[in-house]
């Protein structure tokens, strides 16, 4: 899944093409290919971009990575990769399942108000437990899912309609 990268003003599309045997990234029309080499006893890391070796140290603070490379510093949002794919495309009227899963729990019920945020259900995905929230505020009007009931990509998991003026 792409991601957007915003870097000194210019936007570009950061997408992960390839795992193995080096972690390969396509950031716009380039192609770069990743290593990281083991940690310094300073607690630096070596990256090895397109073979030319940067040093960079990193720490996380809550949603945000804080990033050294070299002389330059960088402060990014970060998100799990399987936590943002649940919540991905789910800001309208219908939540649903951006990879296959089967539900653990159901927090929510038919014609309940829930506000942005609230978790709805919670799902099991590539060994992962992940809550799904509701996008915005609503009121529930269909739980397509119940528990232990498994689901594939795509599937409608919750209908939302907007609360009554």
Do not use: C
Request: a negative charge; aromatic letters at 4%; glycine letters at 8%.
């Amino acid at each position: 899944m792409p991601s957007t990268l915003t870097l000194d003003g210019d936007t570009s599309t950061l997408d992960i093409i390839g795992r193995r045997p080096q972690l390969q990234v396509r950031v716009g029309d380039a192609t770069y290919t990743v290593e990281e080499l083991p940690a310094s006893d300073d607690g630096a890391s070596t990256l090895l971009i397109n073979g030319q070796p940067y040093t960079v140290w990193r720490t996380r603070e809550g949603d945000r990575i804080h990033l050294k490379l070299d002389e330059r510093t960088f402060s990014v949002g970060y998100q799990e990769a399987v936590v943002a794919a649940a919540q991905s495309g789910n800001a309208g009227n219908e939540v649903r399942a951006e990879m296959p899963g089967m539900v653990v729990d159901v927090m929510a019920t038919a014609n309940a108000e829930v506000a942005a945020g609230d978790p709805l259900l919670v799902i099991e995905s590539m060994k992962m437990q992940i809550t799904i929230a509701a996008p915005r505020a609503g009121v529930i009007e269909t739980l397509h899912v119940e528990r232990n009931s498994s689901f594939q990509k795509g599937a409608l998991l919750v209908s939302l309609h907007a609360l009554a003026e």
